[in-house]
Structures are given as structure tokens and as C-alpha cells.
């Protein structure tokens, strides 16, 4: 019973952090006399506070001690109790007055999906747009890691935590110790917000849109303050700053940090970031030629190095950090544009950054484990190994993506069933459920607008707010429950 007191008080402790985090827009809705707000705001502090003092007195003096499952089961939970609390304000205010569609935009934000039932962003209080955004903030790190980096009782479990919590098949501690290494991730996150915030003010934006953008750009999540996204603005300042900070989220933060530390060659020779940047400059090129190519039959003289460039680059970038923003409809764009956003959805960003989909590590471990059954094949008696980072590949990596890859396209084949089943055709069907478990929330077919999910029958709504949940936690996470071997 001690191991589970200490559990539900590290449970409390996430969760209060995420009810003290509505105290910004609270404050928004104060100043602007939102008075609706406030007390949609205040609700879910106050019984968060309520609840939390006597579990917490109660299990003072219980250790935080964890097994691997223990971790596993206490970051679901955090998952999905942070999306009922965010989805609270939704629904007390009445601005999403159906509890359900409430906890698919909360899901939707703290996932990074960037999927929305909300029809019409310009009637909704600053407040709530602004708690909105924030969800996808503090997704974007993790709320794990976040009350590691806080909270250093957490000794040696912090580890397992942030294991379960954190995505990529390996996972990178930058100091020997993981309460520092959460508080350096952190910080680098919030340097980076503070950075976009900064640069997009300069480019023209109000100081609102500019921290709304920015918590969306750095947590590769995509809502906006606008129906029209980020096309509202027309301005190519801010959509080249968005592709540069999108890049940088979509990159390993702990290579990141290295770069920062100046070791270059750490960065260099990582298998994975330079896959990463290869697959970004091969996707702009065919993307750039095939929306020049469009725009030169229909009009003679458009200008290649200008306005295509940047569609390019920004469709690339979006795409494939899974940010979803948008400044024109996907399904506008030529056919092999169009394979290209299909291929990205798929792909996704670097591990260890905030940007969802299979990831770029495991793709890069499947092509060098095809190349060597090929060579197998001519060799039979050989022994092949995987080669990354220059160094020899365990193993058990090859084994552990190669499983992950069954479940993320198994389950991608029943949200594609689930949403068929209420009239969807096959490939909006299919596009709905990979954006979902590639947390990408805007894309291709029928759905392709974010705000397009209120037509959905309820039970779509759950089915696909399991998916984001999922694909935000790497997908074992959320099936390790389904084991007979977990609940021994």
C-alpha cells in the first residue's frame, strides 16, 4: 500500500501543477473581465487544491519508489487525468458545453494534435484561446518532466518516469543525473519560447498572437488564434521564423544541447539528425519543383525563387514536425505535392524532440536492417550489425522498432475502420487516424482542417483521442496495460 500511496501523491503533485498553470490565462481573464472565465479557471484550481492537501499530508513521510510498470501506469494516468482537468474550463464556460468534444480539444491540445472542434476561433475568449495554447506547451516537454525537473525527491524514479513519458527508442540522459538533465531540457524549452516569442513580435505580431504561436511552433502542436492559421497574417517574416523554430523543435534536444555545449561532432555524427535534414532538403526540392511547375502552367512568369520557396519550405516543416500549421489547403496543392505531405505525415520529427509520428531514428533503423537482408541474402553466413551514430546498433533496438512499427500502423488500421464507420470515404478515413497517432492534426482528404472533427459521432471523437494519447507516449505506454505479464 506504501508503494501506491506514494503513487497517487506524485499522481496529485502532476496534476496540480497543471491546475497551478491555468493561473495565466486566469490572470488574462481578469484583466480583460472575461468574467465568464474566471470562474471556469477557479473551478478546477480550487478542487484540484482541495484534493490535493490531504493526499499530500496524508502520504508525507511515503517514499517515491517505482518499477518499470509502476512507471508506465503513473505517466498514463498523468496523460490522461491533465487532459480531463484541461478540459474542464472548456466546459464549465459552455464555449464547448458537450464534455465530450471538451476532452477531445484538451487531448487534442496536450497530445500537440492540433485537432479542433472548435468552428470559430473569434468568438472564444483571449482567455481560453490563450488556455488553449498552453495546453500544447506544456505537452510539448511533458508534464513528467516538468515535475522531475521540480521536484528532485524524485531520486533514481525519475528515470523510469521520463522513460516512459519521453519518445524515441533510446533514450539520452545530457548529465548523469536526470533531475538536471529535465531541468536543462526544460530550460532550453523555455529559452527557445522566449526566442520565437521575440522574433515574431519584431515581425509584426501583437505580444498575444506572438506567445499563442510560439507555444505552438516549440511544442510542434499548430493552434492558432485564428481560423485562417497562420495565412491570416500574410506575411512571409513570420512564416519563415515559424519554419525555422518548427525545424529546431522537430531536432533531438539533446543534440540541441550539444550544439549549444559547441560539440559539433557529436551532432555530425548522428545518424538521425543528418537523416533528418536530408529527408527536410530532398521533400522541399520535390515539393518546390512540383507547386513551380503548378503555378507555371497556370501562370507564365510566377516567380520560383519567391512565393513557391516559401510554400515549400513551410508545408515541409509543418508537415513533418507534426505542427500542422497552415497557410493554404493541402488538398490545393499538385498530386506530388500532395504524396510528398503523405510521405512526411508518416516520417515525423527527430526523438527526443517535441514533434510526434513513427520518428526518424526508427526509419533510419529499418533501411539500414533492410540493407542488411539484402546482403544476407548474398551472404549467408555473414553477421550483419546496424550501424549508428558510427557506432554498432544493439540488437534489441532492430527488435523493439520493428514491433512498434506493427502496433503504430495496427492501430492506425483501427481508427481507420473507427472513422469508416460513420460514412467517412477510405483515405479521409485513413488520413483522420494517422493524424491522430502522429499527433499532426491538420492533413489531407476530407478532414484536412483541424476544426473539421465536430462533425464526428462521439464514440469517433474517444476512439481518436486514445490514438493522440498514444501516439504522444510512443504507443507502449498506453498498450502495456493490455498485457496479462503487467497486472502479475
Same mark, same amino acid.
Given at each position: ?117 472548435? *468552428? ?8 481560453? *484561446? ?359
Amino acid at each position: 500500500m506504501k508503494q501506491y500511496g506514494g503513487g497517487a501523491k506524485l499522481l496529485v503533485l502532476i496534476l496540480l501543477l497543471v491546475s497551478f498553470s491555468m493561473t495565466a490565462p486566469l490572470v488574462i481573464a481578469i484583466v480583460l473581465k472575461e468574467s465568464s472565465m474566471i470562474k471556469a479557471f477557479l473551478v478546477p484550481m480550487a478542487a484540484m487544491t482541495l484534493l490535493a492537501v490531504p493526499v499530500l499530508f496524508g502520504s508525507m513521510k511515503t517514499p517515491i519508489r517505482f518499477s518499470a510498470s509502476d512507471g508506465f501506469l503513473l505517466v498514463f494516468l498523468s496523460w490522461v487525468g491533465a487532459c480531463f482537468m484541461g478540459a474542464v474550463p472548456f466546459f464549465i464556460s459552455r464555449y464547448i458545453p458537450v464534455f465530450t468534444n471538451a476532452l477531445f480539444e484538451s487531448v487534442s491540445g496536450f497530445t500537440t494534435t492540433g485537432s479542433s472542434v472548435i *468552428v470559430d476561433l473569434s468568438v472564444m475568449p483571449r482567455s481560453l *484561446v490563450f488556455w488553449r495554447a498552453e495546453t500544447h506547451w506544456l505537452g510539448g516537454m511533458g508534464m513528467v518532466v516538468l515535475t522531475v525537473a521540480l521536484l528532485p525527491l524524485l531520486g533514481i524514479g525519475g528515470f523510469r518516469l521520463v522513460k516512459a513519458e519521453t519518445t524515441g527508442p533510446e533514450k539520452d540522459r545530457i548529465t548523469p543525473k536526470i533531475t538536471q538533465t529535465a531541468k536543462l531540457l526544460w530550460g532550453m524549452y523555455i529559452a527557445l519560447t522566449a526566442a520565437a516569442v521575440l522574433f515574431l513580435c519584431l515581425a509584426g505580431m501583437n505580444v498575444f498572437d506572438a506567445v499563442v504561436h510560439a507555444f505552438s511552433a516549440i511544442a510542434t502542436g499548430g493552434y492558432s488564434s485564428y481560423n485562417e492559421s497562420i495565412a491570416h497574417f500574410n506575411s512571409k517574416p513570420v512564416q519563415w521564423i515559424l519554419i525555422i523554430f518548427m525545424i529546431i523543435a522537430g531536432y533531438n534536444f539533446s543534440l540541441l544541447f550539444r550544439l549549444f555545449q559547441r560539440k559539433f561532432r557529436d551532432a555530425w555524427n548522428n545518424s538521425e539528425g543528418r537523416a533528418y535534414f536530408a529527408i527536410i532538403a530532398i521533400a522541399v526540392i520535390v515539393m518546390a519543383a512540383s507547386i513551380g511547375g503548378a503555378a507555371e502552367q497556370n501562370a507564365p512568369g510566377f516567380s520560383f525563387m519567391g512565393d513557391t520557396i516559401t510554400a515549400a519550405f513551410f508545408q515541409v516543416a509543418s508537415i513533418i514536425t507534426t505542427t500542422g500549421f497552415a497557410i493554404n489547403g493541402q488538398n490545393l496543392l499538385p498530386p506530388l505535392a500532395q504524396a510528398v505531405i503523405f510521405v512526411l505525415m508518416i516520417i515525423g520529427g527527430c526523438s527526443g524532440s517535441t514533434a510526434g509520428g513513427v520518428k526518424v531514428i526508427r526509419h533510419v533503423v529499418l533501411w539500414k536492417q533492410c540493407g542488411n537482408e539484402l546482403r544476407r541474402i548474398i551472404y549467408p553466413r555473414g553477421v550483419f550489425s546496424i550501424r549508428l551514430n558510427k557506432k554498432v546498433g544493439r540488437k534489441d533496438v532492430v527488435y523493439g522498432v520493428s514491433g512498434f512499427i506493427f502496433l503504430y500502423f495496427a492501430l492506425a488500421a483501427a481508427g481507420m475502420f473507427t472513422v469508416a464507420s460513420c460514412g467517412a470515404d477510405l483515405f479521409s478515413s485513413l488520413n483522420v487516424s494517422l493524424l491522430s497517432i502522429g499527433n499532426i492534426g491538420s492533413g489531407l482528404g476530407s478532414f484536412n482542417s483541424s476544426a473539421a472533427f465536430y462533425a464526428f459521432p462521439a464514440y469517433v471523437k474517444w476512439v481518436l483521442s486514445f490514438e493522440m494519447i498514444a501516439g504522444r507516449l510512443e504507443l507502449w505506454a498506453a498498450f502495456v496495460f493490455f498485457s496479462r505479464d503487467f497486472w502479475r
